[in-house]
């Protein structure tokens, strides 16, 4: 038998009053590693044991405050950032209604942090083969009987010493404990390797048939085949064959004023142009005029259309016929189209469209500039450094 | 007991307690009187405030007493007798109450013929909101109060002399008897003077929170005396710190439950949103009474629940002594957050007034002359009482 | 005959030895079942089964089988659910509130109300599940990220209700769980079998009983105790609020929290009575549950009755005084109307008979007690009932008004509940100790130093 390696020496107690009275004795004498197992608590052996109380309370603590502003803010933000409803008249973040569940939940994990703190952290459970599991001492002393025990690890620690000593203090049926076997488990023995693949398997397996096959099965494919008609999905019930009912005509978006105008080629009213010739504005009106009419009216709106004859080429806008256009009247041509200009309502957004007639009217003054245009030009260059003739 | 083995001797307390107390009464009657010269509706606002707290002072420390007796409890014997003298207040209460009744028509919308032949529902309560009835009863009921406070008190202290188990026993049949007559009768006082000021407005739990703020001022006073009386040497230096952990515990207990009281009330109240509810909460938030509301929670619940928290503060003489006094000062606000915001429904506008703080000068001196006087006449601690010996082995 | 107050009372009678706590303890989990033990058994399970059977019908028609509908749409689920409820309150307030107010009675019968407590929440978590329409979808009440941004409406109580009732659930299986690690390694020690000393072994976790455990142990306990105290009260409070936050006469009432509170604690200790008083002679154990505890429970029973009894009066004080005719309609329809026979069995087993306990002679009486506590389990039912469904049939609108008839199903499933709780309890007594063996040890006689001269 190899030898084994001693735990340390137990003794039992009869009373309350023997084993307090022991316990205060060995921590006079000096020991150091020692305990005492009792079936219940005895008054007046915290003191022996240590001198300052559990912590556990300071875990309760933390977790209990932790709980109450997460779900606090989870609240606030469901309710009040993510889709805010107005329920009952009530405001967004109606905090005497967030109080039950803030306690409530307060409560579920400052119990849970303490307790898995008190297993884990000051039990360091479970722990099943401590050398004093499964001994004659131990079920004494989880039945009628007090005991003491000092550790082979003690600084003082001399077997006989101790057993002599312990049994001077008045104990009875002093015990050797020893260490259990060891149980030599390699992490990677073969029968383990298999249990973890046949566990890796069986999980993968599970979550994959379940997930991507079981789900699409009845009467698990509930929320897939719901009597319910999809958008685009063709129709046996309505007469045009859509699943999808449009707008009645005349709907209008919110927010959407519709153009009183349109497919009103001849009316003689206009709007007028709201945006002003800022440089941001040219700068859009110029992007989407390059985009959209330049290739029937050219680059410069002079009507040199590169379209090669596909297409009959746009007139110049810089006729006396187009300068003398006003913004609506142009508005209303690019909304409507004209002759065989189609309507570029769907391509061109209304605020675009101004932006273009604004760059369509500097084109034309670029073509047809007057004298005074040339003076500030001249003027501009002089002041850059830049003087030509 | 004898006094030997308890350790208890008997001495009065230091002359200037008693002077001081004089001192604070008479300054408060004659600021009293001044105040109702001048401003007798005001007055009569302030006068209820002052006096429903000393009714909680007075009443639930007689509470406290037969609330021992009737559970039985062992460790909290060594203070009952502190509580029997903040309890000799109840005597007064038919004396004290007799401005009031006269002040009523200041106090009570109910009390005016043309608000009443306006309004349907105050019509239906005249059978019970009328002068006659109202006054009557409410006398009955301080009547009462005086009688089991005069029955149990003369038990208790012949014991100090007899040591006659029986009166322990008449005590406790005594005190099973109040409790429930003590239920219905706060319930009562609290309907009559405090909630019928808001004309269409009802509490089921108002008399549920009268006894919450009560027995959480009571439990203040006790701790209050209880530790200072036992640190300078005039208790028992049996006394322990286990003794004071229970106090203490009770404050906190109390605090909680006197919030949860007030919670529940005001969630209820607001989540119905009902107009004749909700009137009520709304004259704590007009004005500036959103401010005084706000710090009531914090005074009244945060700040007693955090100090009283932590094992320590309980067994601590001074933070006891601090937050005890801290209470007492946080149920007088309370007392006049339910009273002074009610001054709108007849009209009068509030405004904060030197006269909120002669009343209260008044009830300080009065409780501090009252508890003199009977520290000079009998013991602190009830001697004879047999449960005395077990009390002092208490421990935790 | 006076009692000598100057004496403290003995929590157990005669003076057992420690071992011998364990032995009369343990025996009923070691000993087979006897022949009285199975037909019990059988009784409870038959009720179970009836109950099953009704549920399952229920999921398959629907819950147009039960009598529930406009206007009285709660009805006998909610009903149940509050009842279950109440009573596991009893539980909780014997290990936690009585705990803390150091009460050494407590620990004889600690155990088996927290097991009540568990088992009574495991029965009213059934109802808000099964009285759902599609209760196989209720994993989708949780909340969790969806596209259509669907969250729960944590504004309302019932949702509330979810949490106090997981938490108390939780929490009471925790604080059971705790209590019981001690007596697992008792268990485990004196376990021969196998199988048996395995499964104590896992359960109670390593535990060696060693001083340095205790410590924390008891501070975590206290901790429990502490957090448990305000959950109690919380979790029936939230219950209450279920019908105060409505605007419906007779529900609407600012007094429901506490009220109902007291109710709970009232048929709470009315259950644990009922079924100690069936335990502590089956068991042979009436020298741990003496009748100082039965006469102290009844005391507790007879002052929350009272409690519950003051709300009453200030209700109906308080219906006149509102001045609003639909309130004094409605405590005058409760004890007139329809339904005014379920209102004055109410009336008699809540409020009448429990006065009985001010009589000494009665509160120390088992025969008395244990009829008077059914009584008020029963009364307590109808409390419930009558606040439901006489306020639902009867609201604002003559023209809405219409009553309640049960069906066989809500009977079925009712009484089928009682089986489940009894069966659980009987499946209890039988496999882990009914009174908390370290706990009962602790307050035996010299069990503490300085009461003996020392070794």
């Known amino acids: 038998m190899p030898d084994k390696k001693l735990f340390g020496v137990t003794a039992l107690f009869d009373s309350p009053d023997g084993i307090l009275n022991a316990a205060k004795k060995i921590k006079e004498d000096g020991y150091k590693k020692y305990d005492f197992n009792t079936p219940y608590p005895i008054h007046g052996m915290d003191d022996v044991i240590s001198s300052k109380p559990s912590k556990l309370g300071y875990i309760t603590l933390f977790f ?326 | 007991m004898s006094k030997i083995e308890s350790g208890y001797i008997k001495r009065e307390l230091p002359k200037n307690i008693g002077n001081v107390g004089l001192v604070l009464l008479v300054v408060g009657i004659i600021l009293s009187i001044l105040a109702y010269l001048t401003d007798p509706a005001r007055a009569a606002f302030a006068y209820l405030t002052a006096f429903i707290f000393l009714i909680c002072v007075g009443l639930g420390s007689l509470f406290l007493v037969t609330l021992e007796y009737a559970a039985g409890a062992v460790w909290s014997v060594p203070f009952r007798r502190i509580s029997e003298f903040f309890a000799s207040s109840v005597p007064y209460f038919i004396l004290l109450v007799i401005p009031l009744f006269f002040s009523m028509h200041n106090l009570f919308t109910w009390m005016n013929p043309e608000v009443v032949a306006r309004d349907k529902v105050l019509q239906g309560r005249m059978v019970y909101l009328n002068v006659p009835f109202f006054v009557v009863r409410d006398t009955v009921i301080f009547l009462i109060w005086w009688l089991f406070y005069a029955l149990l008190i003369k038990n208790s202290r012949k014991q100090d002399i007899s040591a006659d188990q029986n009166l322990t026993s008449r005590n406790i049949k005594l005190s099973m008897a109040f409790i429930p007559i003590f239920a219905f009768t706060i319930s009562i006082i609290s309907f009559d003077w405090m909630m019928s000021m808001t004309p269409k407005w009802f509490s089921t739990i108002f008399g549920v929170y009268l006894f919450a703020g009560s027995t959480w001022v009571a439990l203040a006073v006790l701790t209050l005396v209880a530790v200072l009386l036992t640190e300078n040497g005039y208790l028992s230096p049996k006394v322990k710190r286990d003794h004071y952990y229970s106090l203490g515990t009770l404050m906190l207990a109390f605090t909680v439950f006197w919030a949860y009281i007030a919670f529940a009330q005001y969630m209820l109240q607001w989540y119905g949103n009902l107009p ?75 405004s904060f007034s030197w006269i909120d703080i002669s009343f209260p000068i008044a009830v300080v001196g009065l409780v501090i002359v009252l508890f003199n006087s009977m520290v000079k006449k009998y013991n602190l601690i009830p001697l004879g009482d047999p449960k005395l010996q077990r009390s002092f082995d208490f421990q935790l | 005959m006076t009692k000598d107050y100057s004496v403290e009372l003995e929590v157990i009678e005669g003076n057992p030895s420690l071992r011998a706590l364990d032995d009369v303890i343990i025996k009923p989990i070691d000993a087979r079942p006897t022949k009285k033990y199975n037909i019990l058994l059988s009784i409870t399970v038959t009720l179970l089964l009836i109950m099953a059977v009704c549920i399952g019908l229920t999921f398959y028609y629907g819950v147009g089988l039960w009598g529930n509908n406009q206007p009285v749409a709660w009805a006998f689920a909610i009903t149940n ?275 009985l306990f001010w009589f000494k002679k009665i509160r120390r009486s088992i025969p008395i007690t244990l009829v008077l506590v059914i009584l008020v389990n029963v009364g307590m039912w109808f409390e419930r009932f009558v606040i439901i469904v006489t306020s639902l049939s009867r609201d604002f609108l003559p023209s809405s008004w219409h009553n309640y008839h049960p069906t066989i199903y809500d009977f079925g499933i009712l009484f089928g509940s009682f089986g489940l709780f009894f069966t659980l309890i009987l499946l209890f ?3 882990l100790p009914v009174v908390s063996i370290a706990e009962i040890k602790s307050v035996s006689k010299d069990a503490q130093p300085g009461h003996n001269g020392g070794d």
């Open chain 1, 64 to 389: 209990g405050f932790s709980a109450a502003a997460f779900i606090l803010s989870f609240m606030w933000w469901t309710l009040a950032i993510s889709y805010p409803l107005v329920i009952g008249g009530k405001p967004y973040f109606p905090l005497p209604a967030f109080v039950p569940i803030t306690f409530e939940f307060t409560v579920l994990l400052a119990v849970l942090s303490t307790v898995f703190g008190m297993i884990a952290v000051a039990f360091n459970l479970p722990y099943n083969s401590h050398p004093l599991l499964d001994t004659e001492y131990m079920r004494n002393v989880t039945s009628d009987k007090y005991g003491a025990v000092i550790e082979a690890s003690d600084p003082q620690f001399e077997e006989n010493k101790v057993k002599e000593y312990l049994k001077s203090l008045g104990g009875k049926s002093i015990e050797l404990i020893y260490e259990p076997e060891e149980l030599k488990l390699k992490v990677f023995e073969p029968r383990f390797l298999v249990f973890l693949t046949i566990v890796a398997v069986l999980s993968s397996a599970v979550t994959y048939i379940s997930l991507n096959k079981l789900m699409y099965l009845p009467p698990f494919d509930f929320m897939l085949n719901q009597k319910k008609g999809s958008a685009q999905e063709e129709s046996s019930f309505f007469a045009d064959k859509h699943e999808m009912r449009k707008p009645p005509v005349g709907t209008v978006a919110r927010g959407f004023l519709p153009y009183e105008f349109l497919g009103v080629a001849d009316t003689n009213q206009f709007y007028g142009n709201p945006l002003l010739p800022t440089k941001k504005v040219l700068a859009l009106g110029q992007e989407k005029f390059l985009t959209f009419c330049s290739p029937c009216h050219g680059n410069y709106g002079d009507g040199s259309s590169r379209l090669m004859g596909q297409f009959p080429p746009g007139p110049t806008l810089h006729s006396a016929t187009v300068i003398g256009y006003s913004d609506g009247k142009i508005y209303n041509i690019i909304t409507n189209g004209q002759n065989v200009m189609p309507s570029y309502a769907y391509q061109i957004t209304r605020e675009q469209r101004w932006a273009i007639i604004n760059y369509i009217r500097v084109l034309q003054r670029s073509g047809n500039p007057k004298p005074s245009d040339f003076t500030a030009i001249n003027k501009t260059d002089k002041e850059s450094g830049n003087v030509q003739n």
């Open chain 3, 429 to 431: 007594a039988k496999t």
């Open chain 3, 81 to 355: 659910f509050v009842f279950w409820v109440g009573i596991g309150h009893a539980g909780t307030l014997i290990s936690a509130i009585l705990y803390l107010l150091r009460q050494q009675w407590r620990n004889g019968i600690a155990r088996f109300a927290e097991a009540m407590t568990i088992f009574a929440v495991i029965c009213a978590g059934m109802f808000p599940i099964i009285h759902m329409g599609r209760p196989w979808l209720a994993g989708y009440l949780i909340p969790y990220p969806n596209t259509h941004l669907i969250w729960p409406n944590f504004i309302s109580p019932l949702v509330w209700d979810v949490f106090a009732v997981s938490t108390y659930l939780t929490v009471s299986l925790v604080f059971w769980y705790v209590g019981l690690i001690p007596d697992f390694a008792t268990l485990r020690d004196r376990a021969t079998n196998k199988v048996k000393k395995t499964i104590y072994s896992l359960f109670s976790l390593g535990w060696r009983n060693s001083s340095r455990h205790w410590r924390h142990y008891e501070k975590v306990y206290m901790i429990l105790a502490g957090l448990a105290t305000p959950l109690v009260l919380s979790v029936h409070t939230v219950v209450s609020w279920d019908f105060a936050a409505a605007i419906i006469p007779g529900w609407h009432s600012t007094i429901f929290p506490p009220y109902f509170v007291a109710g709970a604690i009232f048929s709470g200790f009315a259950m644990v009575s009922t079924v100690l008083i069936f335990v502590r002679t089956v068991f042979n154990m009436e020298h741990i549950i003496t009748i100082d505890h039965i006469e102290k429970m009844n005391k507790i029973i007879l002052l929350t009755g009272s409690m519950v009894g003051y709300a009453y009066i200030v209700e109906w004080f308080m219906s006149w005084y509102s001045g609003t005719p639909f309130e004094l309609f409605t405590a005058m329809n409760r004890a007139f109307g329809p339904y005014a026979w379920a209102y004055w069995v109410m009336m008699s087993c809540n409020v009448f008979f429990p006065q």
């Open chain 2, 276 to 350: 004749e509810e909700i009137i009520y909460f709304i004259h704590r938030w007009a004005g500036g009474w959103k401010y005084v509301s706000l710090t009531l929670v914090i005074v009244h619940f945060i700040v007693p629940f955090l100090i009283l928290l932590p094992r320590s503060s309980k067994t601590n003489p001074k933070i006891l002594v601090f937050v005890s006094i801290w209470i007492i000062a946080a149920q007088y606000l309370d007392s006049y957050w339910l009273v002074m915001p009610d001054m709108v429904n007849n009209g009068f506008i509030y």
